[in-house]
């Protein structure tokens, strides 16, 4: 701290000197201008002297009229020349907003964390971002001492040795777990010589997310698709070796080798589902869709299967339209996925209801053009979920149960499919279950 004082000290002796300077100039300059501008005078003054002395008047008087003239051209020239232009652009960019503007408080308006420390590791200033992403950190401290992982060390020791900048990621773990990317420089003085270093972390962690969730998404769709393939492909030797004369196990073969090709046609349908929903998330939807009979279609589409697991499907339509901007067949995939998946999952309910609640009605019918705020409930009276599982059901290739959801055809991405949807129409999916009791799948749309 004692180097950076003495810094300060010179810089300030230099900065006075140079303003000294300035002003001997400055005063210098407003003598010398009237004087070069009154220059052109003498031409006057030269014919003036000589009519003086043709009117009689003595040389020496002649002589001391003229200066006199000379100076009284001297004197209105000082008060009346304007300042010098370099002198008004300067003052003009001294009084600017830069000006005003102080190198700290233009590092606290930086969002990335930012360290200024010295060839000892001490600490010469925290931004507030560092000050809030690292509450540790505070001047004249060690950075050592608040950054103990051994890659933050050989950043810090590097630049110091050698002052070549550089970077490496940082995991800080507590109080929760983020990915940073953290860079060092060199701060150099005018005269090229390493004044103190630069510490800047970006926040890595969202991309680093995104990265293992791609990892995942992929991961798993080869792994459901590498589970058929490699069922049929053993069929497929067997019917072509021991089997080849076996009627009654190649036509069980057969079917087998049906239920997987159909099992991977469900996935890849659903994976160009999910990156078609991707592609238009964006677009707006413009089209006005009844809910009511969107519901009801789902309801009698899905009421032969329903009574084949042994399920009513209670759902009661309401007397007037209502409406929200929205694409027909995404709905209707939405509350098909949620019915249908009461009806397998908890068919030991026997019956399963859906309910339309409109939130707001009241209001909404003040304006014929209002869009009313309303949710649909999706409830069966199966087993239930564990509560460990709810947050994570909407993920890709999730299941409570993979058998089960293998025997019942899932394919894991059917409640993915439905946020994206949900995403895209401004609406959410809630879901409450309690053990032994079933599960209350709610979609909410807001009003606008």
């Not at 009605?361 to 564990?386: H, Q, Y």
Request: overall charge neutral; glycine content about 6%; charged content about 25%.
């Amino acid at each position: 701290m004692a180097i950076g004082q003495k810094q300060q000290n010179e810089i300030a002796v230099t900065t006075t000197d140079i303003e000294v300077a300035q002003r001997h100039k400055k005063g210098l300059q407003r003598f010398t201008d009237p004087v070069r501008k009154s220059a052109p005078a003498l031409f006057i003054l030269l014919p003036l002297f000589f009519v003086l002395l043709y009117w009689g008047v003595s040389p020496l008087l002649a002589v001391v009229a003229c200066a006199l003239a000379f100076a009284a051209l001297i004197i209105v020239s000082s008060f009346t020349a304007p300042e010098p232009v370099a002198v008004a652009v300067k003052t003009k960019k001294r009084d600017g907003p830069l000006s005003r503007l102080s190198g700290e408080r233009l590092a606290d308006f930086l969002p990335d964390p930012l360290v200024l420390f010295d060839a000892a590791g001490t600490i010469l200033y925290i931004n507030h971002a560092a000050r809030e992403t690292f509450p540790p950190l505070a001047r004249d401290t060690s950075l050592y001492l608040c950054f103990r992982s051994p890659e933050m060390h050989s950043l810090i020791q590097g630049i110091i040795a050698d002052g070549q900048a550089r970077s490496t990621d940082y995991l800080e773990r507590l109080p929760l777990e983020r990915w940073y990317r953290a860079s060092v420089m060199t701060f150099e003085t005018a005269k090229g010589e390493a004044d103190c270093f630069i510490l800047i972390f970006r926040d890595q962690t969202e991309l680093r997310r995104i990265d293992r969730m791609r990892s995942d998404f992929i991961a798993n769709a080869s792994h459901e698709l590498r589970t058929p393939l490699a069922s049929l492909r053993g069929f497929i030797e067997t019917l072509q070796g021991p089997a080849r004369d076996d009627a009654a196990a190649r036509d069980r073969f057969l079917g087998i080798m049906q239920t997987q090709a159909d099992r991977m046609s469900r996935l890849i349908d659903d994976l160009l589902s999910l990156s078609r929903l991707e592609m238009k998330a964006a677009i707006p939807l413009k089209e006005r869709i009844d809910i009511g009979l969107i519901l009801n279609h789902v309801v009698e589409t899905l009421a032969p299967m329903a009574s084949g697991v042994g399920v009513t499907i209670e759902w009661v339509k309401p007397d007037h339209p209502v409406l929200l901007p929205g694409d027909r067949d995404e709905l209707i995939q939405v509350f098909q996925n949620l019915i249908e998946n009461a009806c397998k999952y908890g068919q030991s309910g026997k019956r399963v209801v859906v309910t339309l609640d409109e939130q707001g009605a009241e209001s909404a019918s003040a304006s014929a053009d209002a869009l009313r705020g309303f949710s649909v409930s999706v409830e069966d009276f199966g087993p239930g979920i564990p509560a460990e599982h709810l947050p994570r059901l909407t993920e890709r290739f999730y299941r409570v149960d993979v058998d089960s959801s293998r025997a019942h055809k899932g394919t894991g991405l059917g409640l993915a499919i439905v946020k994206h949807i949900l995403t895209r129409h401004r609406g959410r999916l809630i879901i409450r279950s309690q053990l032994g009791k079933g599960a209350v799948f709610t979609v909410v749309f807001a009003g606008s």
